[in-house]
């Protein structure tokens, strides 16, 4: 079977497959399991709420006073007994250590994140950034030269503000995204026009497990780009050679 660090490209084929017979939107009027209550779950329970049939659950947050939160949250003896179309996973979840293991694992085809739903939903040119460091010093020096150019620009990601939380986007709007391996590792079908891997280093194995997989989850990527998008590299970086 395969994981998501070592996922085979018949995965991805299935994935544009599904993409296509739907209608390039594969989270409209689902039936969604959105796992993590931090910036980016509540982000995308924010925006799919009024698109789809949402269903919220944490390890820990169970205790919450917001009504239109609470209304939509699940216990995880009930989890099991729904079938849901796709999971959104926050960054934040290790599915090696969280109460839905077992759950996540057998159903690791469902699994995307809030990058994922975007990319179903729009379609503007993204400036993604991702590298062990200096990821957010280069995204808002990227964002602030957009700016200076009359570019209607966001800056979005892990530098704190979800993408999903952003507002008032029109088409020729250009999103700056730090990227990380934790959000790289279970994102599927978000692709980028443009992205740059800054450079690598030994970092997160106690999330990656090893080195390898650490590198893989930087280049997924690059493993949706198509014809005319482009992907830099440092070429001298010892890791990426």
Known sequence: ???????????????E?????????????????IYGLGKSGLSAFDFLKNKAHVYLYDDFK????NLDIRSNLIT??????????????????DWNKCRLS?????NYYKIFTDL??????????CITITGTNGKSTTCQLMYKVLLNQKIDARLVGNIGNPILSSKNIKKKTIFVVEASSYQL???KIFRSKYTAILNLSH????????LNKYIQSKFKLLQNQIKGQIAIVKKDDLLIK
């Open 76 to 93: 995880q003896k009930k989890i099991s007994n729904i079938d849901f179309d796709q999971i959104i996973l926050s960054p934040g979840i």
């Open 62 to 65: 169970t205790k919450i006073k």
């Open 1 to 15: 079977m395969d994981y998501f660090n070592n996922l085979s490209h018949d995965w991805f084929g299935y994935a």
């Open 203 to 210: 970092d997160h194995i106690e999330r990656h497990k090893t």
């Open 116 to 125: 994922d739903v975007f990319y179903s939903f729009f379609k503007n040119d």
């Open 185 to 187: 590792e279970y994102k």
């Open 102 to 106: 077992k759950f996540l694992k057998k």
């Open 17 to 33: 497959i599904k993409i296509k017979e739907i209608g390039l939107n594969i989270f409209l009027n689902k039936k969604i399991l």
